[in-house]
Nanobody, 121 residues
Framework: VQLQACGGGLVQPGGSLRLSCVAS????????VGWYRQAPGKQRELVAH???????NYADSVKGRFTISRDNAKNTVNLQMSSLKPEDTAVYYC????????????????WGQGTLVTVSS
């Protein structure tokens, strides 16, 4: 399965964006999901993670600014991003968590093409 991330775009510093991740019901209802991002020249890093029951974890760099949520009825996981900074510029991906350590990107599957977020004035 591949998850489809969308909602990226160009936003000014301090602005907001809402990303969405869509997959089939079969996978969403039985798996945790993570949002990752990859900036040019950097490794892919965890942004946020949400369990089936709705428990969440965030990277320190986005705590208090980003909120991950899931709507199982719509088979979507959203990432609400606020107070955006230029350093948030990256391609954002979502993926299904397969088990193990949630902060290890090797424990995720279903990476799609991602969606580009650019924070610039």
């Amino acid at each position: 399965v591949q998850l489809q991330a969308c909602g990226g775009g160009l936003v000014q510093p301090g602005g907001s964006l809402r990303l969405s991740c869509v997959a089939s019901r079969r996978f969403f209802n039985s798996n945790a999901v993570g949002w990752y991002r990859q900036a040019p020249g950097k490794q892919r890093e965890l942004v946020a993670h949400i369990t089936i029951g709705g428990s969440t974890n965030y990277a320190d760099s986005v705590k208090g600014r980003f909120t991950i949520s899931r709507d199982n009825a719509k088979n979507t996981v959203n990432l609400q991003m606020s107070s955006l900074k230029p350093e948030d510029t990256a391609v954002y991906y979502c993926a299904i968590f397969m088990g193990g350590r949630y902060f290890d990107r090797h424990n995720y599957n279903g990476w799609g093409q991602g969606t580009l977020v650019t924070v610039s004035s």
